[in-house]
């Protein structure tokens, strides 16, 4: 467990609030809350003034809670994530520990902890960290329900799901419930099933932690609330392509390949022995919880890298279990290091892009990568690069603590470098533009952007129109271009604040 500990401090806790806090979602999510604290009104969530619908209730409790400890500030509003992919990380230790035995319990754990983008999502101030440590402990419950038919942790699956359900809303009893029935149904219990979904006491629990915010919520905001949480935000999600987020059936391939660095080489060994797995019950209800995952979102029609994260918790166990099954473990390093040489190729790669590419918000942007990607850049990410290469050639390291090495870099390359590169790139400006308005008492107009982030720094509304003469506008220097010569105010990696003429 100390070893667990050391992996989540440096993956989810360091420089935690090093970077400014990500637009649209990070953005969105604080300045909902921060709007919150303003108004003490503690059951509806809004943004720039308008109600917010997106999502329930309990991330913005949550991170409420922790300004209110801490203060307004990226370290605050992201710990509620950190905590929770904490807990999420002891659960696959703690309830898969007598399933799969210490070493490989902790394994599973470690890979959790250290791959990208659980990484990144257990950093950011939004609701998938609390979702998914949620998602786990419900799971995990009823997986060990069958097993042993306690009540106890019948009632921690159905107390979980009602928080899930505060926290994102429907997906956080769809899988569960489409889980449990197919390998219900695969192990011909579909009894047992109907009892466990039924169970009175279970169905009161879940509705008295989940049911009262709902009525009080439409209580408050009537059918604009069904119609823009369940309606606009979950079954127009999966039935259309929202806010212009589609892609094919093949959307999560590459999405798993690059989120489960640098163990995607382990996804292999799963698909070569899967006859071998599959021979356990345990295993056939994990790989039915990802493959069900996988599925469900790739025929969504509105489709997010972070889904995926919902089904990646299975997928570390069976990578996990599926470890000594390898027969070259030496080459899963093969990944790793071609990510390391790509970042290392980038200041080239900008080269060629910005020589090819006409929007000037997009050259910008690049511009700005290529002066943070100096000498300095090359050497941090060039000693990544031996470091991972001479960690193979350790002779007392096994292959798990080759990968968890391996990992263990890549977290510390993203947290004390990577992350804050991008946040200076891309929200800097935002953040530091905003600070001017605050500043001076600027009313602002933004437009031909949206970037809620700006709200939570100035700590103001903002008005979303064309801008009229005399008015003061955030924008991109691509909005700048149909302006009439107005009066730069501030202008930084593409981001302007400017002030139209009279």
């Known amino acids: 467990m100390a070893a667990l500990a050391i992996l989540i401090f440096a993956s989810f806790f360091l420089y935690l609030g090093s970077a400014p806090l990500f637009d649209v979602d990070e953005g969105a999510f604080s300045e909902a809350t921060r709007e919150m604290m303003v108004s003490t009104n503690y059951l509806t969530t809004k943004l720039n003034g308008t109600p917010r619908f997106d999502k329930p209730i309990l991330i913005y409790w949550l991170q409420l809670a922790s300004v209110k400890l801490f203060g307004i500030n990226e370290f605050a509003f992201r710990l509620p994530s950190a905590l929770a992919g904490t807990v999420w990380a002891t659960s696959i230790f703690l309830f898969m520990r007598r399933e799969i035995g210490n070493h490989k319990a902790f394994f599973a754990a470690a890979m959790m902890v250290l791959s990208l983008q659980v990484l990144v999502i257990a950093r950011a101030a939004i609701a998938d ?104 935000h979950n079954i127009n999600r999966f039935n259309s392509s929202f806010e212009g987020h589609s892609g094919s059936l093949f959307y999560y391939i590459p999405v798993i390949i690059l989120g489960l660095t640098p163990f995607t080489g382990l996804i292999f060994t799963v698909l070569f022995n899967l006859k071998n797995l599959l021979s356990d019950s345990v295993n056939r209800f994990l790989l039915i919880w990802f493959g069900f995952v996988f599925l469900f979102f790739s025929f969504s029609g509105t489709k997010l890298p ?140 933004m437009w031909k952007t949206w970037k809620p982030s700006f709200l939570l720094y100035s700590e103001s509304f903002v008005e979303k129109r064309t801008p009229r003469p005399g008015e003061i506008v955030l924008t991109t220097v691509k909005g700048l271009e149909l302006l009439d010569n107005p009066a730069l105010l501030y202008h930084k990696n593409g981001i302007v604040l400017a002030k139209l003429r009279q």
């Open 129 to 232: 960290g609390v979702l998914n440590c949620f998602l786990a402990i419900t799971m995990f419950s009823l997986l060990l329900h069958y097993k042993t038919g306690s009540k106890p942790l019948l009632y921690l699956a159905f107390a979980c799901a009602g928080f899930g359900m505060l926290t994102k809303g429907p997906i956080a009893v769809i899988i569960p419930v489409a889980v449990t029935f197919l390998f219900s149904l695969q192990e011909k219990s579909l009894k047992t099933w109907f009892r466990m979904l039924f169970n009175p006491t279970g169905v009161m629990l879940f509705l008295a932690i989940a049911l009262p915010w709902y009525l009080f919520e439409f209580r408050d905001q009537g059918m604009a609330f069904v119609e823009g949480f369940f309606f606009t």
């Open 306 to 445: 972070h889904y995926m994260i919902y089904g990646y918790t299975p997928l570390f166990i069976l990578m996990a279990r599926a470890l000594p099954l390898s027969l070259h473990p030496r080459l899963f390093t093969l990944w790793p290091l071609l990510q390391l040489a790509t970042f290392a190729s980038l200041p080239l790669l900008l080269q060629v892009a910005l020589q090819k590419i006409d929007d000037s918000y997009i050259r910008a942007l690049l511009e700005g990568v290529a002066g943070l990607t100096d000498q300095n850049y090359l050497l941090i990410i060039g000693a990544a690069i031996i470091g991972v290469f001479f960690i193979q050639f350790l002779p007392r390291l096994s292959a798990e603590w080759k990968l968890i090495a391996t990992g263990f870099i890549f977290a510390l390359l993203v947290n004390i470098y990577l992350m804050p590169i991008a946040g200076k790139l891309m929200q800097e400006p935002v953040k530091e533009a905003a600070l001017i308005a605050k500043d001076k008492g600027y009313k602002i107009v």
